[in-house]
């Protein structure tokens, strides 16, 4: 092989490796590059900003805020962002927020957590993600958007936060904010209808994510998981005593935890196994269809 014949291969695998790194580059696109740790908080920050953002979720479909650990395109994305918006309590967020602020001195945090009333857990019946956070003898309740209510602060929070990046364009990120706040408002307002007819305030679930929603509506949330560990022999049969003595006649329970001890109590009390879904991205529409789903099975 000549030397010319050389130079011209040499001069082609650049020009291929080069314009494959072009490709795999995220174009500019001339949004405000956004990460949020959950799928919810996708939907607040697109009605917020509409056209006007870019958001990547850092916890993907089906995983688990307790357990998941970012892959590099989620790093990526952290890299190119302008604002983190996260719940705030999330083990993942514990875990990984300095690595993110070593990725992007720059980028802005905002924790939803800043902003609402903070639950915490009551002892064996619920869980605690962790044991950090004592207060009143419970851990922070890291499940805090699923409740209407803590969801309209975070939005504001979320307009405000783009409106201090995005100045030029804030009256159009209020006014979006204001109309998506008022669909949380009728959110609210349906589900206190739905709920103002049950029969049993006694909701048993597998994963302990539903404090919120059952401060908000009146219901006694009693959760299979303890610590975050399965419940002992002696711990599923007091809750099995409890199933029976209250007449509990479903179980609900969500993808990202096994199900097999939920199935094993509720085929030992006769009770119904329903899947719900709290790390769902559409939002209005799925607190909508959970909320009607809990209040007929407790009606």
């Not at 990526?76 to 990984?96: C, D, M, T, W």
Request: glycine letters at 6%; charged letters at 25%.
């Amino acid at each position: 092989m000549n030397k010319k014949s050389v130079i011209l291969i040499l001069l082609l695998a650049l020009f291929l490796a080069t314009n494959g790194c072009i490709q795999n580059q995220k174009p500019e696109t001339g949004k405000i590059n956004i990460v949020v740790s959950i799928l919810p908080q996708k939907e607040f920050v697109r009605e917020v900003g509409k056209e006007k953002v870019e958001v990547q979720e850092l916890i993907p479909p089906g995983s688990s805020p307790s357990t998941y650990n970012p892959k590099p395109s989620e790093l990526a994305n952290v890299e190119r962002a302008k604002i983190y918006f996260r719940i705030g309590q999330l083990p993942f967020e514990k875990s990984h927020t300095e690595t993110f602020r070593g990725l992007n001195p720059d980028m802005k945090i905002v924790s939803a957590s800043d902003v609402v009333e903070l639950r915490h857990f009551e002892g064996k019946k619920e869980h605690s993600h962790e044991k950090e956070h004592e207060h009143n003898g419970g851990a922070i309740d890291p499940h805090l958007w699923l409740s209407p209510e803590n969801a309209k602060k975070h939005v504001e929070q979320i307009y405000q936060a783009l409106a201090e990046i995005d100045p030029k364009n804030k009256d159009y990120y209020q006014k979006n904010a204001n109309d998506y706040i008022a669909k949380l408002e009728a959110l609210d307002q349906e589900l206190k209808q739905e709920f103002s007819n049950i029969k049993t305030e006694n909701l048993m679930v597998f994963h302990p994510a539903w404090g919120c929603l059952a401060d908000a509506y009146g219901l006694k949330q009693i959760a299979i998981e303890q610590a975050g560990k399965d419940p002992t022999a002696e711990e599923l049969a007091g809750l099995v005593d409890f199933a029976k003595e209250n007449n509990v006649k479903v179980i609900f329970v969500q993808k990202q935890f096994g199900t097999q001890n939920a199935e094993a109590l509720a085929a030992e009390v006769g009770a119904a196994v329903i899947q719900i879904d709290p790390l769902a991205e559409n939002y209005l529409e799925n607190m909508g269809k959970i909320g009607r789903e809990i209040a007929k099975r407790l009606s």
